[in-house]
């Protein structure tokens, strides 16, 4: 019977599934990504998902019993305990029992975690957050989501919600949030909160280069494009980039006060857009919002992992996990 | 020889020093409580000190040499491990070695906190807040502070300056804290800002039962004649009032979504001073800006401890501490 040293990792995101395999190192020893195309129903997706893997699991040659365990990451609230996926907007998932699937289907122990405490825990990990104690890990896409580690561990709160850190009000008169508030963070500097004020821009009639951007389905402006537009230095783009980082920072400026942590890791998609001058945009505002004191302790760091850290962080959770629950012999 | 089996806490404020005497079981035997007097300077304060022991250790017939270990807190930044206040405005103290001082003249281990953190400990321990797992606890006063319980376990942050919610940023755009900055929480809904913004209505020409309340020394209205406005329905009392608590709501709705705890507990001043009525109007706006199902686990309520919890949580904070280090044998 082979060694089980391996552990598979999903990443299921509204527009794409990946998966990859760690070896007993934490090295990725193959990976794989397909769309999720959610208009094609949950059944529809889940076959894919099984598809992913078993692509990755390809990729690496490594065969399904030398695997030991299964780790997921979705984007929304979801049951750890349970398996159960309360709600997943992006995918159009209600108290779906995925876990269940899973070992149904490849038939090993398997692990739920949200997208976001997955990116957090692999950026603490093995990312640019490596040595920290207590780090607050800021995943910026189109909404904003945190991780909390305090003192080398998940910080996941009494109802496993913790980190909801796009929802402080900066604002209580300020722009319409997706949740139905005023002035969340999200609605100022979320990827649809650029969008929305891009947009609002065009209507007043500003040019751009970003017109002809809008994607036609959802109205959405991809990450993609926009950092084309910003490296451009197309005048609306950067004006409202700017606005979203000085926002961002006035954020990371009040949970800094509050978690006095010692390593922030900004991450997602629009960081990975924007990059170093956007994280520089964030910084110069952070530090005028946190104490002199809380701020010289804090490194404020831009994600190591990129695309990885789901499927790291959703594996290496996996891993926790099931050593946690004394099933490493089986 | 007597065994060791009391504590000492000491509370140093701006206006008062208390100082309790704790049994074995936690109990306040005794208790003495003299003014601060920051105005007669530092030596003298320290004698003070010094001789509001002495009274509670003969209030309660405790001796001297059956007292383990002292606990004292007070309001600022301080760093636990050396025993030195960096900074206390409200007594005019700046790196002051006060445990040099204490174990000097007392003749037992010392141990310094903030006095947030110890009310804080305290409520979790023995007040409003036990059995909580995650807690937050937040004192409204002239300033306002915060504690967080994390899992059972005092959080103090990579720095120990955790838990500084009167500065969280509600509008970057509102009124000037103390801190320099704009918009912060303590801005909005400390006793400070609720000062000023009676002041501006007075000065508007409104009529209230306030203005003759004001204190000529510090220009502050002083808790105890704020109440007595409240309760006989003031309008520009029980206004600004309202609008402290609606802030203040928001804030605890931002760090609610943020830690997910189970339990936030209110003290300080400004909660005893306008009591249920207050949290009432505090927990309808938290209401509104917290997750419904962050706000549906979470009890929101009013400090049990009064005037105690300082004494009481540097007390149990420097028993914790002196037996973490392995002394309970000296």
Known sequence: MPKKNYTIGIDVGGTKILAAILDQDQNIVGRAKKKTRVEEG???????????????????KVALDQV???????????????????????LGWRNLNIIEFLVKTIGRPAYLSNDVTAGTWAEFSMGAGRGARNLLGVFIGTGIGGGIIIDGQLYEGSGRQAGEIGHICLNPHGPVCGCGRHGCLEAYASRTAM????????????????????????????????????LDGDKVVTDVVKQAAYFLGIGLGS????????????GGGVVEAFGDA?????????????????????????????????????????????????????
Chains 1, 2 share one sequence.
Do not use: M, W
């Open 195 to 230: 969008t929305r004020d891009i947009k609002a821009a065009l209507d007043r009639g500003i040019k751009s280069s970003i017109t002809k951007e809008i994607d036609e389905d959802d109205r959405q402006i991809r990450s993609r494009q926009l950092r084309q537009a910003f």
């Open 255 to 266: 949970l800094a006060n509050v978690l006095n942590p010692d390593c922030i890791v900004l």
């Open 278 to 330: 956007y994280v520089k945009q964030v910084n110069s505002s952070f530090k005028r919002f946190a104490f002199q004191s809380v701020y010289d302790k804090i490194k404020l760091v831009q994600a190591g992992l990129g695309d990885d850290a789901g499927v790291v962080g959703a594996a290496l959770i996996a891993r926790r996990k099931h050593a946690a629950a004394g099933k490493d012999q089986a």
């Open 42 to 60: 949950v059944e529809a997706v889940l076959v894919r998902i099984v598809d992913t893997v078993n692509e990755a699991l390809a990729a690496s």
């Open 68 to 90: 030991r365990t299964v780790g997921i990451c979705v984007p929304g609230p979801a049951e750890p305990d349970t398996g159960v996926i309360i709600e997943a907007p992006n």
